[in-house]
């Protein structure tokens, strides 16, 4: 299995809900990414997990709450969202950086996500 | 400036053209280089990946990194109808946890 797996692929949300994002991956990676992608831009990296453990928080909005139950799986808590948080959520995985060696740096195929 | 430059394009060719991708980037603290194929509304697909300098060769495809010039490069042989796709480039640190996108460039190749 070389995939990373999102749900839901898309999904409305009003500003007053809670939702999740949810990512699995079975390729055995130890660190796994939230990343956001807004139309027609690149990727922008929101959260990394190395061992289960949060080792990376781009200043993200605490309306976002990130989770990592166990080494398959990766959440992403959404509250109080705004409009302007439309977008394309990716999940990535990857072998532990290592100097020389970065394997499978794979995405899913994203969870687009549409505040109304 | 940003630390990772990519005409975003686009570029349209021809079947069968030989197609030139590139990024600049000014962090020297880069160590790797990747490039990922996106086709509309689907995720990044890695294409290629690089550490430090040198050529990479994979089919149709070879990315080329210059550390001097702080310049890399996808070049895409034979380009095919099914190719036409945003090109990104990204690039990490010593660590390679945090990834850096250039814009992407759109790709165009007509039959």
């Not at chain 1, 949300?13 to 991956?25: A, D, F, I, R, Y």
């Not at chain 2, 053209?17 to 880069?30: D, G, P, Q, R």
């Not at chain 2, 895409?76 to 814009?103: E, H």
Request: aromatic share 12%; with cysteine.
């Amino acid at each position: 299995d070389t995939e990373v797996t999102q749900t839901p692929k898309h999904l409305v949300m009003g500003m007053t809900n809670k939702k999740s994002l949810k990512c699995e991956q079975h390729m055995g990676h130890r660190a796994m990414y939230w990343y956001k992608q807004k139309a027609k831009k690149p990727p922008e990296l929101m959260f990394v997990y190395s061992y289960e453990k949060l080792s990376i928080n781009e200043s993200v909005p605490s309306r976002f709450s990130p989770e990592c139950p166990n080494s398959s799986l990766l959440n992403l808590h959404l509250h109080a969202l705004q409009p302007e948080d439309s977008a394309l959520y990716l999940c990535a995985s990857s072998q532990i950086p290592r100097p020389g060696t970065l394997d499978g740096y794979t995405f899913g195929s994203g969870t687009r996500l549409t505040v109304v | 400036q940003k630390e990772v430059e990519q005409d975003p394009g686009p570029l349209s060719v021809p079947e069968g053209a030989i197609v030139s991708l590139n990024c600049t980037y000014s962090n020297s603290a880069f160590q790797y280089f990747m490039w990922y194929r996106q086709y509309s509304r689907k995720g990044p697909e890695l294409l290629m990946y690089t550490y430090s300098s040198g050529n990479k060769e994979d089919g149709r495809f070879t990315a080329q990194v210059d550390k001097s010039s702080k310049y890399i490069s996808l070049f895409i042989r034979d380009s095919q109808p099914s190719d036409s796709a945003t090109y990104l480039c990204a690039m990490d640190n010593l660590y390679g946890n945090k990834l850096v996108f250039g814009a992407g460039t759109i790709l165009r190749v007509k039959s």
